[in-house]
């Protein structure tokens, strides 16, 4: 089975709501990364979390390793937000290879 | 702020040839990653290397070599190009582990 389960798969939101996205684990994650591949495919960086919270702006990203997981809220939707978010974990070593989920395609609506 | 390059942008190659894929930061990293994206896969890692002259295979080698020349360069080649080697592909730098990992804008190759 996937190593990171990220759900949904995709969702669309009216401008000026809020969501949750949300990614679990079966691999013994060490620090978690969250992008934004935007409309033009490029990927980037939201949030690099060792266990903890952190907070830019209307994004808020939570990592819990000890139930295995992370979530990304998004406050105050606005078109800009739309594109696919990606979680990838890093279950530690020298090496730092991500394990990427398959993403959540976010559509925000006027 | 980080800096990775990819190049060329697009590609277009046929069934057999060799195609080579390059890839420049300027961030002093250690480490530098090749991932393949396809839809309903997510990003998967093809090889990395911790620094010059290293390679190591990542997740799904086969078909694919890498070389690492120097700290900045880190090429993904393609000896026999397949249609199934369509894709985009990234790349990316990070340092050592533990570290977040920033992304060049990615490699568009199509193989008929």
């Known amino acids: 089975g996937d190593k990171v389960k990220q759900s949904p798969s995709a969702l669309s939101l009216q401008e000026g709501t809020n969501s949750a996205l949300r990614c679990n684990f079966s691999?013994?994650?060490?620090?978690v990364q969250w992008f934004l591949q935007n409309p033009r495919g490029s990927l980037i960086n939201l949030f690099y979390?060792?266990?903890g919270t952190k907070e830019n702006g209307r994004l808020k990203s939570a990592f819990d390793s000890k139930e295995s997981y992370s979530t990304l809220h998004i406050r105050d939707a606005q078109l800009e937000d739309s594109g696919t978010y990606f979680c990838a974990a890093d279950s530690g070593g020298s090496n730092a290879k991500l394990t990427f989920g398959k993403g959540t395609k976010l559509s925000v609506k006027s | 702020e980080a800096a990775v390059t990819q190049s060329p942008r697009n590609k277009v190659a046929v069934t057999g040839g060799k195609v080579t894929l390059s890839c420049n930061q300027t961030?002093?990293?250690?480490?530098m990653y090749w991932y393949r994206q396809d839809t309903g896969h997510g990003l998967r890692l093809i090889h990395y290397?911790?620094?010059?002259?290293?390679?190591e295979k990542g997740d799904i080698p086969d078909g694919y070599k890498a070389s690492r020349p120097s700290q900045e360069n880190f090429s993904l080649i393609l000896e026999l190009a397949t249609p199934s080697q369509t894709s985009v592909y990234f790349c990316?730098?990070?340092?050592?582990?533990?570290?977040?990992?920033?992304f060049g804008p990615g490699t568009r190759l199509t193989v008929l």
């Open positions: 961030n002093n990293h250690n480490n």
């Open positions: 990316a730098s990070g340092g050592l582990g533990g570290q977040e990992q920033y």
């Open positions: 290397s911790y620094g010059a002259g290293s390679t």
């Open positions: 691999i013994a994650a060490t620090t």
């Open positions: 979390l060792v266990p």
